[in-house]
C-alpha cells in the first residue's frame, strides 16, 4: 500500500496482533480501520481470494422496528436479541419517519426484515443494519425463536 501524499511504500502484508482490538470482521468494503495510528476507509480487496474470504461476512441486512416496539421501549431488547442470539454486528441505526410508500418498498425488498404487519402510516420506526455471514437467516430465526 502506498501513501498518496509521499508516494512512498506504507504498509506491507502484516500480522495482526492478538492483543489488537482490530479483527478479520473489520476489513470489509466501506469499512474504517486504524492502523499504525493512521485511520484508513476500506474501498476495496487487494485480489480475488481476499475478497472471497471477506465477502461472507460483511453480509448485511436491514432491520425495521416498528411504532408498536419504541412505545412499549423495547427497542433495545431486539437490537440485543438479534446482536446476540444470531452473533451479529451492528453497522448502523437510525430512527426514521415511515409512510405507507416505504412500507411497501421495505417489503418488497430483499435481505430487509418487516415486523408482521405493525407498521403504520406516518409513524416513527427504527432501521437497523446488521453486518454478519448468513445475517438475513441468522436474525429471522432470532426474531422467530423469541416468539
Do not use: W
Not at 121 to 130: K, L, N
Request: aromatic share 4%; net charge negative; hydrophobic share 40%.
Amino acid at each position: 500500500m502506498k501513501d498518496l501524499t509521499t508516494n512512498r511504500k506504507f504498509l506491507k502484508r502484516t500480522r495482526i496482533p492478538a492483543s489488537s482490538p482490530v479483527s478479520e470482521k473489520d476489513f470489509y468494503v466501506g469499512g474504517h480501520v486504524l492502523l499504525f495510528s493512521r485511520n484508513m476507509k476500506i474501498v476495496d480487496y487487494g485480489d480475488k481470494e481476499t475478497r472471497e474470504l471477506l465477502d461472507a461476512a460483511t453480509e448485511q441486512t436491514v432491520l425495521v422496528i416498528s411504532s408498536a416496539l419504541i412505545e412499549r421501549e423495547a427497542v433495545g431488547d431486539v437490537v440485543e436479541l438479534v446482536e446476540t442470539a444470531a452473533e451479529l454486528t451492528v453497522d448502523g441505526i437510525k430512527a426514521i419517519r415511515i409512510d405507507r410508500a416505504a412500507i411497501n418498498d421495505f417489503r418488497q425488498s430483499a435481505g430487509v426484515l418487516v415486523e408482521h404487519a405493525c407498521l403504520r402510516d406516518d409513524r416513527e420506526a427504527v432501521v437497523v443494519v446488521f453486518r454478519g455471514e448468513g445475517c438475513l437467516v441468522k436474525a429471522r430465526q432470532a426474531l422467530e425463536g423469541d416468539g
